[in-house]
């Protein structure tokens, strides 16, 4: 959670690709003991941005690995572009849905179907996911997180929902 444009999808991509390639490639996690990255399939659905910006930020963090790690980048890239799938949602409508009559067909569980078995599922941001309810109603984000608790469930994966603070 943080306000807006303090880094939230830019962390998180830059965890996703470092699980997509089983290194921390960022230095994210450095002096973090006993923590060891596994190589994983990485899903990052964004609602946020739209597909060009997204190209752009991919594009722009492969061109700086290839300027910090020339020796390595080539390989890291390549696992990134194996393991790590982008989802572009922008203008989409998609919805975390508590389990509506066709649960299994909605937009929000095709995406759950989609991300089965993956290391991480990242959700940017969770406003662009509620479908118009509100983030001060404890019974709507209730239900909300129920779904995304079925979702990790269904999936076997792990979720990461980014937030807006004021």
């Given at each position: 959670?943080?306000?807006?444009?303090?880094?939230?999808?830019m962390?998180s991509v830059q965890?996703?690709?470092?699980?997509?390639?089983?290194d921390d490639?960022?230095?994210?996690?450095?002096g973090?003991?006993?923590?060891?990255?596994?190589q994983?399939?990485?899903?990052?659905?964004c609602?946020?941005?739209?597909?060009?910006v997204?190209?752009?930020?991919l594009?722009n963090?492969?061109?700086r690995?290839?300027?910090?790690?020339?020796?390595?980048?080539p390989?890291?890239?390549?696992?990134?572009v194996?393991n790590?799938?982008?989802?572009?949602l922008?203008?989409?409508g998609?919805?975390i849905?508590?389990r509506?009559?066709?649960?299994w067909?909605?937009?929000?569980?095709?995406l759950?179907?989609?991300?089965k078995?993956?290391r991480?599922v990242i959700?940017d941001?969770l406003?662009?996911?509620?479908?118009?309810r509100?983030e001060n109603?404890n019974?709507?984000?209730?239900?909300?997180?129920?779904?995304?608790e079925?979702?990790?469930?269904a999936?076997g994966?792990?979720?990461?929902?980014?937030?807006h603070?004021?």
């Amino acid at each position: 959670a943080g306000a807006d444009s303090a880094g939230k999808s830019m962390w998180s991509v830059q965890c996703g690709m470092s699980i997509a390639c089983g290194d921390d490639i960022f230095g994210l996690f450095n002096g973090t003991e006993g923590f060891e990255f596994q190589q994983g399939r990485v899903v990052y659905a964004c609602a946020e941005d739209q597909g060009p910006v997204l190209h752009h930020r991919l594009f722009n963090m492969a061109e700086r690995l290839r300027e910090v790690v020339p020796d390595e980048a080539p390989a890291v890239v390549d696992a990134v572009v194996e393991n790590f799938d982008v989802v572009d949602l922008y203008g989409s409508g998609i919805t975390i849905e508590p389990r509506p009559a066709e649960w299994w067909t909605s937009n929000w569980w095709l995406l759950a179907q989609m991300a089965k078995d993956a290391r991480l599922v990242i959700i940017d941001t969770l406003i662009r996911f509620a479908g118009g309810r509100s983030e001060n109603d404890n019974v709507e984000m209730a239900a909300m997180m129920g779904a995304v608790e079925m979702a990790v469930k269904a999936t076997g994966s792990s979720f990461l929902l980014l937030h807006h603070v004021g």
